[in-house]
């Protein structure tokens, strides 16, 4: 093989290798648009949701960064997973919809996960939009200020944008709330 042939042999996989990346960044850049993520969360949603007085498009976008990126479900549902559903067995996911979103999981040093589910005024966890933002920007428990929430991976959430918490907050206001 010549120089010039192996010159051409790399020019042809350097603009085949373009070409790809060019494809693979324009789907994903698709594939990452808020309508996508909006229907994703409506379709991945294991729950009925009540979109009664609230923003159709932050419960969907909620539902994704609650169901699709956040992992919710692994702390505040317990168990996470309905009997035969647990993917972790190597079984078909099945999420535990009677407990979804609900707390009481154990963390030891008498650490509990918080039930999200909306209270009887329709606020998660019993708090308020301005409460549950400060909650997840500054890992400060809700109920004692002075404590610094040990498990919740709020050092994460924190750099989210405001308008997705805000959409993780409605999302979990369409959510069935259980006691």
């Known amino acids: 093989m010549t120089s010039v042939q192996r010159l051409l042999g790399t020019a042809t996989v350097l603009a085949s290798l373009a070409t790809f990346t060019a494809t693979a960044l324009a789907s994903e850049t698709a594939l990452t648009s808020n309508d996508e993520r909006i229907a994703r969360g409506f379709k991945i949603a ?4 009540n979109l009664a007085g609230l923003d159709r498009d932050l419960v969907g976008l909620g539902s994704y960064l609650v169901n699709a990126a956040g992992g919710c479900n692994d702390c505040h549902t317990n168990p996470p997973f309905a009997p035969g559903g647990d993917p972790f067995a190597g079984q078909p996911k099945r999420i535990n919809v009677a407990r979804y979103l609900a707390g009481g999981t154990p963390f030891g040093n008498g650490i509990v996960s918080r039930n999200i589910t909306p209270d009887r005024k329709g606020l998660p966890a019993g708090l308020t939009l301005a409460r549950f933002v400060e909650t997840l920007r500054t890992g400060r428990d809700p109920d004692d200020h002075s404590r610094l929430l040990q498990v919740m991976p709020w050092v994460v959430y924190q750099d989210l944008r ?6 993780i907050y409605v999302y979990l206001r369409a959510i069935p709330s259980i006691r």
């Open 162 to 167: 405001y308008d997705d918490l805000k959409a």
């Open 46 to 49: 294991p729950v009925p949701l």
